[in-house]
Structures are given as C-alpha cells and as structure tokens.
C-alpha cells in the first residue's frame, strides 16, 4: 500500500492530472468559441443561419456534417496552440540545452558503430585506430 501511496504522490503524475484537466477544460473553451462565433460567422457567408445543423440525408438516414465540421474547426485551433505554445518552444529549449555538450562518442571508420572518443580500438570490431586529442 506504501507503494501505492508514493506512485500517487509523485510529481510527474499530478501535473499529468493537472494537465489533463487544463486540457479538458481548454477543449471546452475551444467547442464553446467554434459552436458560439466562429461557425456562425462561416455560415452567415454562406448564407445559412445554423452552421451546426447542415446535414443531408442517404435513404433517410441523416448525415450532420456541419457537427462535424465544428469538431475538426475545434480539433485544428487546439492542435495549432498546442504546436505553436508548447512543441516549438520544447523543441527550441532543446536545441539550446544540448549546443554547448561535447560529443563523447564518435563512429568508428569500419563498422560505423559508436565507440568512446578517445577510443584506441573498437570494441565492435576491433579495428585499431588513430587516437584523437
């Protein structure tokens, strides 16, 4: 049970829950902005009054493409701040982080694989090599 506990407890899977409700919440956001603003304005250059309830129907059976069309306008702005405000900044912090590292490693003539730097002989192949300062 101790165990239990600490897994509760840690910090990576409370921001994870703390994420995910900001996400859901912010999904809402989003729905709310698509269904309330910007659909109606798309169909009010179209023409019509309700964007939400366009359809058409197959023998009778009714296909509401305009609830889909609301969810993939939600689906894209969600995607687009996700990429925009979290995978470019990461990514760039990334980039930042790793410039200033010195490699340890490099590849050996022979087989390609990675040996130590300072490697005088490769532990894959066994190929002698020039040592490097």
Known sequence: ???????????????????????TAFGA??????????TPLIAAVGGKPD???LYFTVNGSKFT??????????FLIIAAVVYFLVVQP??????????????????????LSEIPIRA???????TELATTP
Not at 90 to 111: F, G, H, Q, S
Not at 120 to 126: E, G, I, N, Q, V
């Open 29 to 38: 956001l989003v729905t709310a902005l698509v269904s309330s603003f910007i």
């Open 120 to 126: 005088t002989r490769c532990k894959f192949c066994t």
């Open 65 to 74: 493409y305009g609830v889909f069309l609301n969810a993939l306008i939600s």
């Open 51 to 53: 964007f939400a309830s």
């Open 1 to 23: 049970m101790d165990g239990f506990k600490k897994f509760l407890l840690r910090g990576n899977l409370v921001e994870l829950a703390v994420a995910v409700v900001i996400g």
């Open 90 to 111: 990461v990514a760039a912090l990334l980039i930042r982080m790793n410039r200033n590292k010195e490699a340890t490693e490099r590849d050996c003539p022979a087989c």
